[in-house]
């Protein structure tokens, strides 16, 4: 079977954090055509039950500092609440979804990153190119929805920590080998803002070179950078469009594009 | 591709509680050869999470009563903890493992048990002829080893703590269709014992008939009656073989077989 057309989206703790919204947009995500994929973040159940638990959650840069008893934490939360929550509630809606870590069947070896110059513990960075592909052929053939959390592992045995982002866009690239293949990140906002204050200000299309000039003009700044430049990056290897926009939005043609070409 | 045998083990908390224990069991069950299914308890992890979350573990007659919070828990270290522990460690010995709940893939529909005479709460039972055969088929031909724990759904988006020898016995029953299938129940014992205190009393095979004999004698009594019951139901549904043996001694012929047979 020829594979024309595959979906990656990821939602993350604003979306995760909020029922009815999560059950709003599993509806939305659950009429996309075609094979699907999504990837979850864990939102803050994880801190919720490191407090309830009285463990202290350590953050550097924004990124949780993974302990032995932080990976235990959030193996729970991501692999086991969240992705069943999940998995229960599409299936629900008649999407066949089958929750996934990346230690499952394979589908996503990573590497312990370097404890110098800061080490996060059991947390892991991820080759796109050793995505299990043969794994997500079968599953998205056989009309199966993977449900992917970022708890991932190192083959040797140990599970790790990694970056639900990085998952989104790894899996994506890896799909693009197997059909046409769009990323869809979906954001508290409508997109990329031209005006942070202004939810109408989308700006429809970024390529490398508008990236340039939004980043010197100043429109483009901060905690955007780095997520463009991630898209961009996923664009780059395969993936045929990424999309930033709204949870509601995933699916349709709302939101910042962001392509390779010119 | 047809399926010549397959191996269903299950194992319980006194297996899951012991690390190297657990460790020992994985490498023999890595090693058994064909189609194979691990289906795993919850041991005392769950106990001891509810524990640390000051939640009452309330129970009657051995079963855990599940309301809101406790399904969390043992979704958290069923689904999550526990089963991405196993597949992480089998990944490592080379076995193909994939972590499932019955959720995943609607591999395990369940209903809710009727709260009279007992209320236990988000609790379901298995009819086995609902479980998705065509996944399993999907998934062993693939060479995949289905790593699944005992939470299930009712398809209606709500998740049940189900019995995990119950869902031992579904998936063997629905694995006969595929091929000849083994069920083996991993046990503190060394098999079915005539004298409880000698480890090498073990009654090699228990059928309908001895069965009777051995109740009216006295020599099973008590918590081993319902246990072979169920084996032999099991047996008389299509399984071709039910053992209970060590841990050790899964995927020999050691232990106490169970047929439906004279």
């Known amino acids: 079977m020829e594979i024309k057309k595959i979906n990656v989206v990821k939602i993350g703790g604003n979306v995760i954090d909020d029922p009815e919204g999560l059950e709003r947009f599993l509806k939305i995500f659950s009429e996309i055509e075609g094979p699907k994929i999504l990837v979850h973040g864990g939102g803050k159940e994880a801190t919720r039950l490191s407090a309830a ?3 202290e959650t350590k953050m550097i840069d924004g990124r949780r500092v993974t302990d032995r008893q932080t990976l235990d934490i959030v193996t729970m939360v991501y692999a086991g609440l ?3 929550r999940i998995v229960s509630l599409l299936q629900r809606l008649g999407c066949n979804a089958l929750g996934m870590s990346g230690a499952d069947g394979n589908l ?13 513990g059991h947390v892991g960075d991820i080759d796109p190119h050793k995505v299990n592909k043969d794994l997500l052929r079968v599953l998205l053939e056989g009309g199966i929805t993977p449900v992917v959390c970022a708890i991932c592992h ?6 790790l920590n990694c970056n639900a982002d ?5 899996l994506a690239i890896a799909a693009s080998s197997l059909g046409r293949t769009v990323l869809t990140y979906c954001f508290e906002k409508a997109g990329v803002l031209a005006d942070i204050d ?3 200000s989308v700006i429809p299309l970024v390529t490398p070179s508008n990236f340039t000039r939004l ?6 700044a901060k905690g955007m950078i780095p997520k463009i430049a991630n898209a ?17 939005a995933a699916g349709s043609d709302a939101g910042t594009l962001i392509i390779a070409g010119e």
């Open 53 to 55: 638990m009285s463990i």
């Open 82 to 84: 969240i992705n069943k």
């Open 108 to 120: 996503i070896p990573a590497r312990r990153r370097s404890p110098s110059p800061i080490d996060y």
């Open 154 to 159: 190192d083959t040797e045995g140990n599970l």
């Open 166 to 170: 990085s998952v989104a866009a790894a």
């Open 198 to 200: 202004d939810e109408t």
């Open 215 to 220: 980043k010197e003009e100043g429109v483009i």
């Open 232 to 248: 961009l990056d996923s664009a780059g290897k395969g993936v045929a469009e990424v999309r930033i926009c709204k949870a509601e």
